[in-house]
């Protein structure tokens, strides 16, 4: 497999002169549900932290105003495709007339839980806006990616960071910096389903963020899946044997936490051969914006 961890490759030019940028993963270390308004949105608690593991996105700027992606996704108009709309939108809002070829690496699985569409959007506005030089603040690019997804400012911001409300009222933090076994079984989850039934934990009570920093984490969600996804009860259950182990927001994808590399390994070496997989570790900066910092300081 190719190398998707980023720690090893701060980004330079490619060959072909396109720019590398990273696209990471994420984890909901904690999902608590506070209750249900009444415009049947959820009131939440949640933590994300980055990973040192996903897409890469490969672009260099067009002289014209055209947006052109490679490869193409089955299935996906390319109107349709975030990494598409978020150039789009920033063009839109800025009057640029430069375009762009983005070439997508792709490795993160698709309705995993670990946020690979939000985060290809993100790094699409981040990077198209260092390249173009159109001078948007993190703040505005986190306004448009809002347009885009509810998770895609939590990548543009770059930080790990303590959610509240239906998820926008954010707070940065920094959780413990671990490391994980992220695996996804051949299932695909409806969010719509799980947040749908009548058995989901909707009383959580809201706890300050350190109390919940310093409590174990868990995931109201958790149950719920795994009674509607057999394939998550097994995979959770294999996981749990060697570490604490639990869902990323609504799944599919299960991970559990390791204190080192070493013993993260040795268990992801005996994981079930028929599920994607990964190792990697929490970051509570974006990979995005360590290698930002390095390339155009």
Not at 25 to 34: G, Q, R, S, T, V
Not at 42 to 53: M, S
Not at 146 to 152: C, E, H, I, T
Not at 248 to 256: E, K, L, R, S
């Amino acid at each position: 497999m190719k190398n998707y961890h980023f720690s090893t490759a701060l980004s330079v030019p490619a060959k072909n002169g396109r720019y590398r940028f990273p696209s990471p993963a994420k984890l909901n270390l904690f999902l608590y549900i506070n209750g249900r308004l009444e415009n049947g949105y959820h009131e939440l608690q949640t933590l994300f932290q980055f990973l040192d593991f996903g897409d890469w996105l490969e672009i260099d700027v067009r002289d014209d105003s055209q947006i052109m992606l490679s490869p193409q996704i089955p299935h996906l108009k390319q109107e349709d495709n975030l990494i598409y709309r978020a150039a789009r939108l920033l063009q839109q809002h800025t009057g640029c007339q430069l375009g762009a070829n983005i070439h997508l690496d792709k490795i993160l699985p698709m309705g995993g839980g670990v946020g690979g569409g939000s985060s290809n959007a993100a790094t699409t506005l981040v990077a198209l806006n260092a390249l173009w030089k159109t001078q948007c603040s993190l703040e505005k690019l986190a306004q448009l990616g809002l347009q885009l997804g509810a998770d895609v400012p939590i990548f543009v911001h770059g930080k790990a960071a303590f959610a509240e409300g239906v998820g926008e009222k954010i707070h940065y933090c920094n959780p413990a910096e671990k490391w994980y076994v992220v695996l996804k079984p051949e299932v695909s989850i409806s969010t719509g389903i799980i947040f749908q039934d009548p058995n989901l934990p909707r009383n959580t009570p809201k706890k300050p963020l350190s109390q919940l920093l310093a409590e174990n984490y868990t995931n109201d969600c958790e149950k719920i899946v795994r009674d509607h996804y057999p394939e998550v009860e097994e995979l959770l259950g294999w996981l749990l044997q060697y570490a604490p182990a639990r869902l990323t927001g609504t799944g599919a994808c299960v991970f559990a936490e390791f204190d080192d590399a070493q013993s993260a390994q040795a268990v992801f070496l005996n994981k079930p051969k028929d599920c994607f997989g990964f190792v990697a570790k929490g970051l509570n900066v974006s990979p995005l914006h360590q290698m930002m910092e390095h390339l155009f300081q």
